[in-house]
């Protein structure tokens, strides 16, 4: 399990921050969208292999109206 | 013509030159076509946007439905701005701890691919002041990291000279709290905040109405930013042009110097002539 955007989620061993981010619905470049995990900020560069450990809390976040 | 030199000098922020003096957020407005509409009405080139979390699909569909949403309406902003050839200038809006702003603005690093960024650390949530100290420590870190920070604060010039003294490249003033449209509040502190330092200062928050824009600029600010008064306005496209217009009347008339002010007339037409009818 890890958590993401504050909601328990199932997570195959090995998901990718890439692979989170596409079956999110957002497929690559996904140009305004930016992912934490335990507050750390996951560079774009790493999103293919960074794997997402268990228990993670996940944050993914995309370009809001505001301001 | 009078215009030539006020109309053309850009806008300098960090090496790049903006011809317009107005900053768009976009929150608040009711649709993207109301937003894209609005931009090309101000004559914007840098518009604010936020980081929120995604909407995540039906946590028991799986990957392949119910992600819809992002890829649409939100997906959609980006897409947006690009058309309208805008630049994106991220903010921290929401964030009430230094920490928190500093992993916002790094997160919107990655997102916008920017060093750019607009610093809000929020103090209290009901007028949504600057928090003073938080702010500080947020901008010492983000310029240490290389962002271009323009830190949203109050209208207090000592605050602005600290934050200029530790590397921000503007400073952005509120004339009132965040979306109140009560105008600039403290004139003589935006006033002095523009003498005091030797960055761009960017009017923000506040400004309810156009005429109010107008001041921001004749006080001597280098450009105003506006948000909830074009978004939420009855007419939003038409609020948008009468900002674009306001900001550069504002300018002129700064270049132009005013008169001063007296409490007595001075007649505008010569007494020497004047008829006597007795």
Known sequence: ?????????????????????????LPAPARGVAVAIDGEVVPRAAWETHAIPAGASVEVLTAMQGG | MASTHADAEPLRIAGRELNSRLLLGT??????????DSIRAS??????VALRRIELPDAQVGASGGASTNSGSRGALVDVLDAEGVEVLPNTAGCFTARDAVITAKLAREAFQTDWIKLEVIGDEDTLL?????LLKAAEQLVDDGFVVLPYTTDDPVLARRL???GCAAVMPLGAPIGSGMGIRNPYN??????????????????????????????????????????????PVAMAAAMRSAV????????AGRIARKTYATPSTPVAGTPDFS
């Open chain 1, 1 to 25: 399990m890890i958590v993401l955007n504050g909601e328990q989620r199932e997570h195959g061993a090995g998901e990718t921050v890439a692979g989170l981010v596409e079956s999110l619905g």
């Open chain 2, 27 to 36: 929150g608040g407005f009711p649709s993207l076509d109301l937003l894209a």
């Open chain 2, 43 to 48: 004559g914007s080139e840098l518009v604010t």
């Open chain 2, 130 to 134: 600057p928090d003073a100290p938080e």
């Open chain 2, 164 to 166: 200029v003294d530790i």
């Open chain 2, 190 to 235: 935006i006033a002095l905040i523009r003498e005091s330092v030797q960055v761009p200062v960017v009017l923000d928050a506040g400004i309810g109405t156009a005429s109010e824009a107008a001041l921001a600029m004749e006080l001597g600010c280098d450009a105003v930013m506006v948000a909830s008064a074009v978004s939420r306005a009855q007419d």
């Open chain 2, 248 to 255: 550069v009347a504002g300018l002129l008339a700064r270049g």
